[in-house]
C-alpha cells in the first residue's frame, strides 16, 4: 500500500479542536481496519481510534467522548475529530493502515498495523 499522508496538525490552546486527515490508498479504504495512533516524545505509540470497514467505531477509552474517528470512502480520507484538547494530547498522530513494510503495532480491537504515515504535530497549550 502506498504511504499514508496526514494533515490538519497544529498548536492550539487548551479546550480547543481539531480536525486530522489522512489521504489513503483506496486498498486501505478495503481493509478491516484503519486507524489513528499517537506518539510522545521518547515513548512508543500508543492507539487512539480504529474504524472498521463498516463504519463502527472504537476510541480508546481515555479519549472517549472527546475523539472521533470517521472515513470518506468516497475520497480515501480518514479523520480524526478532537474536540477539548488538554496539553497532555500534545503528541505526533499518525494514521494507521495495513499491508506495508513498517513496523508492526496492534491497535484496539486487535487489528494489526504496519503502513504509516509521517505523522502530523500536535500540540497544546495551556
Known amino acids: 500500500q502506498a504511504q499514508p499522508m496526514e494533515s490538519g496538525g497544529e498548536s492550539v490552546q487548551t479546550g480547543g479542536s481539531l480536525k486530522l486527515s489522512c489521504a489513503a490508498s483506496?486498498?486501505?479504504?478495503?481493509?478491516?481496519?484503519m486507524g489513528w495512533f499517537r506518539q510522545f516524545p521518547g515513548k512508543g505509540r500508543e492507539s487512539v481510534a480504529n474504524?472498521?470497514?463498516?463504519?463502527?467505531?472504537t476510541i480508546a477509552d481515555s479519549l472517549e467522548g472527546r475523539f472521533t474517528i470517521s472515513k470518506d470512502d468516497h475520497n480515501n480520507i480518514l479523520y480524526l475529530h478532537m474536540n477539548n484538547l488538554q496539553p497532555e494530547d500534545t503528541a505526533t498522530y499518525f494514521c494507521a493502515t495495513r499491508g506495508g513494510p513498517g513496523r508492526t503495532y496492534y491497535g484496539l480491537l486487535g487489528c494489526l498495523y504496519n503502513t504509516w504515515g509521517q505523522g502530523t504535530q500536535v500540540t497544546v497549550s495551556s
Open positions: 474504524i472498521m470497514r463498516d463504519g463502527s467505531t
Open positions: 483506496a486498498d486501505a479504504f478495503g481493509d478491516d481496519c
